[in-house]
């Protein structure tokens, strides 16, 4: 069962087909009563997007994005994972396992991995070099959908563990946002201190109890915990849904192109730093490229469930990560933590960085951003640590 198996992303004409069949047939809703996305996606956004969908998208765009990469899967607990691995021509470069969460996919990564595996021929150092694997999560993509209870973050944090064994890597980084940064942070509490050089967030969470120990908050702090109660009273039904009943809300979005894409690109709006305009951010392809993945994969109800897995048991838990850590915050996150915030968590914090855009689809949205972010992160974990920290050997 450990075998690693090389993979290329299909898709058939077939499949393609019924796509469009059911996009012209969409049934759809009467035209909201509001001028903005304060009850949702409007219906002429959704229809606009749907129309390109069907008559201009390249229905290809996913797999020749993809295929140009190495990827393979492999069976851990009864369960394929996907992924890509992504060689750098510099010799050592630094193992990094990095993670999506949801709405999101692999597809994130597609404007970063050149500039991050290869820093040379992106206008950085050698010494920056990484080598990528970057996994599909279980239920999400092409891996594979549980059949069994019992896929949380932490069981997805052993997976991936057990994946960088089966890979060969002696010493290696995690790095995520969104589920991602939860699997990574999970990955900084369970994995052995002798193999993982630290962790990488762009996306985390801490307990607002710790905080209000350290005093009055910050203006700063004050705006984050707004924003936080404002994402979780205004923004928070589809975890509650996709946490509580995944299974229904599966029936819909797997039967409806144009409900699976106002499902996800609603978040898209939401959570990036485009204001008014989603495509000031991303394209139309770049939005859509992202919907295939999961309208290909029939993946709404598979990948809702990772939350009915881990909402209450992991969202909700603050366990302090003691592994070298890096957070760099974006300033349209959905959720936004102080450093010293951060701290009461990430207990070997040894960078914050505050980029100047971006939002929770880092990667995508602002990639140049996105890969200074991650090198200096990683630079720091590999850098001395603060002397009542735990010392940890430099990667060679």
Same mark, same amino acid.
């Given at each position: ?182 699997? +990574?942070? &999970?990955? #900084?509490?369970? $994995? ?8 990488? /967030?762009?996306?985390? *969470?801490? @307990? ?23 994402? +979780?009273? &205004?923004? #928070?039904?589809? $975890? ?8 229904? /809300?599966?029936?819909? *979005?797997? @039967? ?23 495509? +000031? ?46 957070? +760099? ?68």
């Amino acid at each position: 069962m450990s075998e690693i198996r090389p993979f290329r992303v299909e898709i058939s004409d077939a499949v393609i087909d019924d796509l469009r069949e059911r996009l012209a047939r969409t049934r759809w809703p009467e035209t909201e009563p509001v001028d903005d996305w304060s009850m949702g996606m409007p219906l002429a956004y959704v229809q606009e997007l749907a129309g390109y969908w069907a008559e201009s998208y390249d229905m290809q765009r996913v797999a020749g994005l993809l295929n140009r990469y190495e990827q393979f899967t492999t069976t851990i607990d009864g369960v394929d994972i996907h992924f890509l691995r992504v060689r750098s021509p510099v010799e050592g470069a630094m193992p990094c396992i990095m993670t999506h969460g949801w709405p999101g996919s692999v597809m994130e990564f597609v404007k970063v991995i050149d500039p991050l595996v290869d820093p040379v021929s992106h206008g950085g150092q050698a010494s920056d070099a990484v080598e990528l694997v970057i996994p599909s999560l279980p239920g999400h993509g092409w891996s594979g959908k549980p059949t069994v209870t019992g896929w949380t973050v932490e069981k997805i944090a052993q997976a991936w563990i057990e994946l960088m064994d089966r890979l060969g890597y002696e010493r290696w980084a995690a790095q995520g946002g969104d589920w991602g940064a939860l699997v +990574s942070s &999970a990955i #900084g509490r369970l $994995a052995d201190p002798a193999k993982l050089i630290g962790i990488h /967030l762009n996306w985390a *969470l801490a @307990d607002p109890a710790e905080l209000m120990k350290l005093g009055s908050p910050t203006e700063e702090e004050q705006r984050h915990l707004a924003s936080l109660e404002h994402s +979780s009273q &205004a923004e #928070g039904g589809y $975890a509650i849904e996709q946490g509580t009943k995944p299974q229904t /809300l599966g029936y819909g *979005l797997t @039967d409806s192109p144009a409900g699976q894409l106002a499902w996800i690109v609603e978040k898209f709006k939401t959570w990036s730093d485009c204001g008014d305009d989603l495509e +000031s951010s991303f394209t139309k392809d770049e939005l859509l490229d992202n919907v295939m993945v999961y309208w290909t994969c029939a993946a709404a109800a598979s990948s809702a469930r990772l939350y009915w897995h881990s909402l209450a048991s992991s969202v909700g838990s603050f366990d302090e990560v003691p592994a070298p850590s890096a957070y +760099s915050r974006f300033p349209a996150d959905n959720v936004a933590l102080s450093e010293r915030w951060a701290r009461t968590r990430y207990t070997d914090l040894r960078y914050y960085g505050t980029p100047k855009r971006g939002g929770h689809f880092a990667a995508y949205e602002a990639p140049a951003a996105f890969v200074e972010e991650v090198r200096a992160g990683l630079r720091a974990l590999v850098s001395a640590p603060a002397p009542e920290a735990p010392v940890y050997p430099p990667f060679s």
